[in-house]
């Protein structure tokens, strides 16, 4: 049963670059059955997708945030991350891992399973 | 860029049947799913491609999908349903969320 563990710094320095860890385990990261994702969620709102790989590195960005996000991935380490910079207080959130399943010929399913989520603040 | 919208609340008395809604351009043409979120957890699946139930979800969770709208039902309302509902759907390659449903059973 796939499982994914969030890793990371809670808290960064405003303008900096905020980087977290998603570990993939009970299944392969070279799957052709899934995307890897994140998601967040600013504390008391809603969610907010923000981008997708795929083990061959296809990427998808959500557009708001597409000029400050990297999403890698890494085969040897089971594992992918995320990059965002050039953070402010508004990228205050808890950020999520998931993995959207892949069915083939561009149709994306559902974000499941979740990892546990890990709370970033960005503040001095 | 596509947007899903959702009731800020929505309340019901136990025992009874909540219905939550998320209202999208044509989201009857994509699959939509929804997401059970409990307080300080991370969201659950419990239910995807508009109607189909994951493993380990009751029954008394349904949904349905048609025109401009998809709809979670939730038959026979239980206390441990209290929790915020999201839906979900893809416009093309991005993941788009509903604004989010507290439900309060009271």
């Known amino acids: 049963q796939l499982q994914l563990q969030t890793s990371g710094p809670g808290l960064v320095k405003p303008s900096e670059t905020l980087s977290l860890t998603c570990i993939v385990s009970?299944?392969?990261?070279?799957?052709?059955?899934?995307?890897w994702g994140w998601i967040r969620q600013p504390p008391g709102r809603g969610l907010e997708w923000i981008g997708n790989?795929?083990?061959?590195?296809?990427?998808y960005y959500n557009r708001s945030l597409e000029s400050r996000v990297t999403i890698s991935i890494d085969m040897s380490k089971n594992q992918f991350s995320l990059q965002l910079s050039s953070v402010t207080a508004a990228d205050t959130a808890v950020y999520y891992c998931?993995?959207?399943?892949?069915?083939?010929?561009?149709?994306?399913?559902?974000?499941?399973?979740w990892g546990q989520g890990t709370l970033v603040t960005v503040s001095s | 860029s596509y947007k899903l919208t959702q009731p800020p609340s929505v309340s019901v008395s136990p025992g009874q049947t909540a219905t939550i809604t998320c209202s999208g351009n044509?989201?009857?043409?994509?699959?939509a799913c929804w997401y059970q979120q409990q307080p300080g957890q991370s969201p659950v699946l419990v239910i995807y491609?508009?109607?189909k139930r994951p493993s380990g979800i009751p029954e008394r969770f349904s949904g349905s999908n048609s025109g401009n709208t998809a709809t979670l039902t939730i038959s026979g309302t239980q206390a441990m349903d209290e929790a915020d509902y999201y839906c979900?759907?893809?416009?093309?390659?991005?993941?788009?969320f509903g604004g989010g449903t507290k439900l309060t059973v009271l």
């Open positions: 998931a993995s959207p399943y892949y069915y083939g010929s561009g149709s994306m399913g559902p974000f499941d399973p």
């Open positions: 009970g299944g392969s990261i070279s799957s052709a059955n899934y995307y």
């Open positions: 790989i795929y083990y061959s590195g296809s990427t």
């Open positions: 044509e989201l009857g043409d994509k699959y």
């Open positions: 491609q508009d109607s």
């Open positions: 979900q759907a893809w416009d093309y390659n991005t993941a788009v």
